[in-house]
């Protein structure tokens, strides 16, 4: 057991996969000499060479492409997407390729490929630094989008991603990667898709989110407990397979429900589970599903006054909590 940040189990993670199994290899802008912007593969190169260390053109359909390539020729790829803001020139290859090889080859052929991308806000990173894509790609059929935001889910969702048999798009908040911190089992593991994990128990209301979102919820509802308003705080790490069944059995207990995500709120995450719960669960709320998200605007501003204007944190969460639970 030792204690990491999100970035070193990444780096951990990766790097166990690929002495465990020779079929593993990375690909990307700037992940060999450089060890990737962030560092998630310092040492790489020198570890495993650059047949399985590739240092990509800026050239993200490029990048996509390759991995499909090599996933259909039995091995396991793991592409990064330097920032998830660069992925659109990749959008038909995933979307259009990778998604859809199952099934129109009739279930012949799979894509066993993964693709990292550090995404979101609050590091200053502007219009092309900080977008949250999560909703545009669960959208697809094929895909599996995932959105783990503690060490041990890393590690835990990584070896599963790199296992399995068709592609999944992994989604590491990049705020996350030196501020949150655990524990990190040494044993290998792996964390099933589609499982939320309810972070916080309480009674009052529900709270969903994922990524960075949920830390920023756990603090403002463990504030609202001296209050005696007690939050259940879900974290949906996955965001398909989503486990609505988790969040059905909170909304029962609790009645009111808050979604909170940094994507766009119009057509975000937060409006089909809020749908699902229409459909699901309309008699046990007691007050409309409340949507926590960025204001509809075409990009997060760089100043900092601004961002923080724009991004949801815990004092505005903690406000819009204590309103919902006085209804």
């Known amino acids: ?19 465990l199994d020779e079929r593993v290899l990375v690909l990307g802008e700037d992940v060999g000499a450089r060890g990737g ?29 390759l991995a499909i390539g090599l996933a259909l020729d039995d091995m396991r790829p793991v592409a990064e997407i330097q920032f998830a803001d660069f992925i659109y020139p990749a959008f038909n290859q995933i979307v259009s390729e990778a ?6 080859s009739n279930g012949d052929f799979g894509v066993p490929m993964v693709i990292r991308a550090p995404y979101g806000g609050g590091v200053h990173g502007a219009l092309y630094h900080s977008q949250s894509i999560e909703a545009l790609f669960a959208h697809v059929p094929g895909l599996k989008v995932v959105t783990p935001s503690t060490p041990y889910d890393v590690k835990g969702m990584l070896i599963h991603a790199i296992e399995d048999p068709d592609p999944v798009l992994f989604l590491e908040h990049k705020k996350t990667y ?10 290998r593991f792996t964390v099933p898709f589609g499982v939320a994990e309810v972070r916080r128990g309480g009674d009052d209301l529900t709270c969903v989110a994922y990524g960075l979102m949920w830390h920023l919820c756990l603090e403002a509802a463990e504030r609202l407990a001296g209050e005696g308003i007690e939050v259940e705080v879900i ?12 969040v059905l059995q909170s909304v029962g207990k609790t009645g009111k429900v808050m979604v909170v995500h940094e ?11 809020s749908a699902q719960i229409g459909e699901k669960a309309l008699s046990e709320l007691d007050c409309p599903v409340v949507r926590i998200a960025p204001p509809h605007v075409p990009a997060m501003p760089y100043s900092p006054t601004l961002e923080h204007w724009y991004l949801p944190d815990a004092d505005r969460l ?3 909590m204590r309103k919902l639970a006085s209804y």
């Open 37 to 65: 912007v962030f560092r998630a593969t310092m040492g790489f190169l020198e570890d495993f060479g650059p047949e399985r260390v590739i240092d990509t053109p800026l050239d993200e359909c490029l990048i996509a492409g």
């Open 99 to 104: 998604a859809r090889i199952r099934y129109r």
């Open 263 to 273: 994507d766009n709120k119009f057509l975000g995450l937060g409006a089909e589970i």
């Open 178 to 187: 030196r501020l949150i911190k655990g524990e990190v089992p040494d044993d």
């Open 1 to 19: 057991m030792a204690v990491k940040n999100v970035v070193q189990a990444v780096h951990d993670t990766l790097h166990e996969a690929m002495e």
């Open 318 to 320: 903690e406000q819009e």
């Open 235 to 246: 974290d949906l790490r996955s965001i398909y397979p989503l486990d609505i069944d988790t």
